[in-house]
């Protein structure tokens, strides 16, 4: 506690409790206090026995390696502000279900941030987001993926995409390079205006071309079965 400016720094938290909340706002022998600092050594990463976090305090950036192999988490309240998911911020975390609970704000997500998520079964790559290298890598329950008109070149991951199976790619202003892993099973595609795709095509059954493609590399589904 700062009693100078009325706020608070969290100095630890607990490593084997299944819900915790971070408040906003803590009180002190009848005097309120804002909670603004996450000490340096503060993390989640390791507790499996976790299954709910809330998160009230104002922030920016969720540290990397932050909920790191909470095994159990599956629910979870970010405070609007975040824009910032750092590098491995919740890799393993493998009862996550779906990344709704991403505010709003985040517009940067970091190097293999869900590396590991087995438990997702669908992912958007939205627009107005920054995605780093191999952010979903290994994230084998994954049966979708769709791809906003984003304005840079997308790169899911290397592997672990065994359940993939429909990827859908938007109209985009400007060309895109997509490369989806290699080991993806994927059988249906949809893909939009000014894209460029790598992937493996010997499971490939169907392709969906968006109204205004006009144009489709030449070799771009050499080596489809169907």
């Given at each position: ?45 390791g ?66 941030a ?49 359940s ?63």
């Amino acid at each position: 506690l700062y009693t100078s400016n009325k706020t608070a720094k969290v100095l630890s938290v607990s490593q084997d409790a299944k819900s915790i909340t971070i408040p906003a706002i803590v009180t002190y022998e009848d005097e309120d206090y804002e909670v603004v600092e996450l000490g340096y050594d503060v993390t989640f990463a390791g507790n499996t026995n976790l299954t709910s976090v809330t998160i009230e305090m104002p922030l920016t950036e969720i540290p990397g390696s932050f909920f790191m192999k909470c095994t159990k988490l599956s629910s979870i309240k970010l405070p609007e502000g975040v824009s910032f998911i750092g590098r491995g911020a919740f890799s393993y975390c493998e009862s996550i279900t779906s990344l709704g609970f991403l505010p709003k704000s985040v517009n940067r997500i970091g190097y293999e941030a869900f590396c590991g998520c087995t438990g997702l079964t669908e992912i958007v790559i939205q627009k107005g987001v920054d995605y780093y290298s191999n952010v979903f890598d290994g994230c084998s329950g994954v049966a979708s993926v769709t791809i906003e008109a984003v304005e840079s070149n997308v790169f899911i991951g290397y592997g672990g995409f065994t359940s993939l199976k429909t990827v859908r790619i938007e109209d985009c202003d400007a060309p895109l390079s997509v490369n989806l892993p290699n080991d993806a099973p994927i059988e249906e595609l949809y893909i939009g205006r000014n894209v460029e795709l790598g992937f493996n095509k010997t499971n490939l059954k169907a392709v969906t071309f968006g109204e205004k493609v006009t144009y489709v590399p030449e070799g771009m589904f050499d080596g489809a079965s169907a």
